[in-house]
């Protein structure tokens, strides 16, 4: 039997200076270690086959799903469905950490929404 953590996890970067580690990665599930600075984001992005579970580990982050914003703390966790617009945001002065669980895995499924001021600016 052997442990696994972010110190033997196979380790990644994404967006503005995040880390993650994939604590499990297999065909039908993901199990991520995400760490992201203050002041960072993620794009808006949905899942086309993939639901999605945040729980916080420390720090906070502000979760925007379909449009709504609520704000994670330590130990609270949201689920996001498959086709759901959401993007993740850590709008505080410290780190915040937290466990992304997907499945299937989230990697190479996700479509990004741009946000549109007004539909002038839409080309058909």
């Known amino acids: 039997m052997s442990k696994i953590s972010t110190l033997n996890a196979k380790h990644y970067q994404w967006g ?28 808006r992005h949905y899942h086309v086959f993939s639901k999605q579970f945040f729980f916080m580990l420390n720090g906070e982050i502000v979760v925007e799903k379909e449009g709504e914003e609520c704000i994670l703390y330590p130990h609270q966790g949201i689920e996001i469905p498959a086709g759901t617009t959401h993007q993740i945001r850590n709008e505080g002065n410290a780190p915040a950490e937290f ?26």
Do not use: F, N
Not at 16 to 43: F, N, Q, R, Y
Not at 106 to 121: L, W
């Open 16 to 43: 503005d200076a995040c880390d993650g580690w994939h604590l499990l990665k297999e065909e039908s599930l993901s199990i991520i270690h995400e760490k992201m600075p203050p002041h960072t984001a993620e794009v």
């Open 99 to 124: 466990l992304v669980t997907s499945q299937p895995p989230a990697h190479g499924d996700r479509v990004v929404v741009k946000k549109v001021k007004s539909i002038s600016h839409v080309t058909l």
